[in-house]
RNA sequence: GUGGAUAUAGCUCAGUUGGUUAGAGCGCCGGUUUGUGGCACCGGAGGUCGGGGGUUCAAAUCCCCUUAUCCACCCCA
């Protein structure tokens, strides 16, 4: 015991964290919700492995994904890579059961995802996503609910105001087909994507340099991209600008049934936006594609995205397996609340706390511990018997809502003082029946 | 991955041109009649100054390496 051995340091590793109740606490409050509104839509929970042979994820969101992924050998030899996303196991896991599952397929899957890249505020190696997810059907009714969910998502969230920017790859395409850039769409599309960021004169710049595009191409998508405004004014301006173009004709025809239709069901108009400059970085996306973005927090980028990719599922089985879906980034979204101090912290689960207060009574706390638990009121017992003050004390700092006193004179009279720790005030309760101490309990925990 | 900044008690930070046992505030623990918490007073614990190596009589202070965090680029949740 006494020997001497060298301590290891302890620590973790870079864009890997711990969580500590006050913050664990809260972020299963999230995933709850997140939960909560899925199961609203009718989307059903699923669960795949951390680890996947490595040829069943590498290829499908671009290069930068294939550098950013944890990559190894098992110890029997395999080459196995850690999930970068969701969805690309989704399209493993649907082109596996597809017999078993029928179509159309709605699924959530909350998990965690690593990406090898460097950290910032808000990016981390491990995080969490909470995907949903819309199989076999190429129904924009499913692009519609797509927004609806994750509009839902971050109302349920309560995240303050939000704006979901909806765009159509087809019409980017389109765009392109018509200005001769379709063989280099992806650096087109990726130095467009930071058009708010750094402004139509570097995207030029930028565009000239990865796509060889020419001046007349780059004022040609500044323009289209410029376009700003009334969902419905854009959507008249970007008919010209495709018209001859099939693919490009069919997304604007899209994005008007969309908007239609997350307007029907009630969206407000300021919480979604036609926003033409978005095209999101990975590669799989062939229709609708979704970014959303704090008002309080822009700067922390995409809270939740998504889209629809008719292919994905191409890789793995010759089925035709549509889907359309998004993701929240849980843990980028925790990161902003926090950061606005929107997040509640509490280091307690349990609403009522009871005083361990008369030595001799110790079987008779644990019984009434065990009573109101089991009318639904979540109760931690103190498991010394020490000094009242000390106690509350300890009940206050971790957020106990009530603590339930019962001292010698309580237990002799059948009676407790309910204290509500926040406002000081105390009420006097009876012991029995349990059930109506419980509902007591219940009020003034509210 | 590239460039920059930072790294001292649980937290936020001080530590002068390298020099005796490294400080503060808050927090934590105990006490101020073992029946009532967020105040006050008293006392206490807690740091091999991120880790490793080097220069020096002497380093938290200078040099090198390393790890992590933050910022920008890149990419994205």
Redesign the pocket.
């Known amino acids: 015991m006494s020997e001497k051995r060298p ?1 290891i ?1 302890p ?1 973790t ?4 964290r711990d969580y500590l109740p006050t913050a664990a606490i809260p972020r299963e409050a999230m995933m709850e919700t997140a939960r909560r509104v899925f199961r609203s839509y009718g989307f059903a929970p699923i669960d795949t492995p951390a680890l996947e042979y490595e040829e069943i994820l590498t290829g499908k969101g ?1 290069e ?1 994904s294939d550098k ?1 992924m944890f990559r190894f050998e098992d110890s029997g030899g395999r080459r196995v890579a850690m999930r970068f ?1 969701l969805t690309v196991p989704l399209a493993r896991f649907v082109a596996q059961h597809a017999g078993e599952l029928g179509t159309p397929f709605k699924r959530y899957h909350i998990g965690p995802v690593w ?1 090898g ?8 190696r491990e ?1 969490t ?1 909470c995907d949903f997810d819309t199989v076999g059907t190429t129904s924009i009714a499913s692009d519609v609910e797509t927004a609806l969910v994750m509009h839902d998502l971050l109302d349920a969230l309560e995240v303050g105001e939000f704006t979901i920017h909806l765009n159509n790859r087809k019409v980017l395409s389109g765009l392109l087909e018509r200005l001769d850039l379709s063989e280099r769409s992806a650096e087109v599309l ?1 130095a467009l ?2 058009l708010a ?2 402004g139509p004169e570097k995207v030029a710049a930028e565009m000239r340099e990865t796509a060889g595009a020419s001046d007349d191409q780059c004022a040609r998508v500044l323009e289209f991209a410029g376009l700003e405004g009334d969902t419905d004014a854009v959507l008249r301006a970007l008919a010209p600008l495709v018209a001859g173009s099939e693919v490009g004709e069919r997304g604007v025809q899209e994005l008007r049934e969309l908007f239609a239709g997350v307007a029907a069901a009630g969206v407000s108009g300021s919480r979604v936006r036609l926003d033409v400059a978005i095209a ?3 590669d799989y996306y062939t229709g609708t594609v979704y970014e959303t973005f704090l008002a309080e927090l822009p ?1 922390i ?5 998504g889209g629809r990719y008719d292919e994905l599922a191409s890789l793995y089985t010759k089925q035709d397996l549509p889907g359309v879906g998004a ?1 929240l ?1 849980l ?2 979204l925790f990161s902003a609340l926090e950061h606005l101090g929107k997040l509640e912290t509490r280091a307690t689960t349990a609403d009522v706390f009871l005083p361990f ?1 008369s030595q001799d009574r110790r079987d008779d706390y644990l019984r009434l511990a065990a009573l109101l638990r089991r009318e639904g009121v979540s109760v931690e017992f103190y498991p010394e018997p ?5 106690q ?3 009940a ?2 971790r957020g106990h809502r009530v603590a339930l ?1 019962i ?4 237990w002799e009279a059948g009676t407790a ?1 309910a ?1 509500v ?4 005030d ?1 009420h006097d309760v009876a012991l029995e029946p349990t059930a109506d101490l419980a509902r007591r309990l219940r009020e003034l925990s509210a």
Not at 407 to 410: A, M, T, V
């Open positions: 301590l340091q620590r590793l870079k864009g890997f671009g930068e950013q996303d990406r890249e460097n950290t910032q505020r808000g990016r981390y995080f996503q990726r994507d930071k960021k750094i999101r970085g990975l700067e980028g995409s809270v939740g995205s993701s980034g843990d980028r207060f020490r000094k009242l003050g000390a509350l004390k300890y206050d700092k006193v001292g010698d004179d309580e003082q204290k720790l926040a406002t000081k105390s």
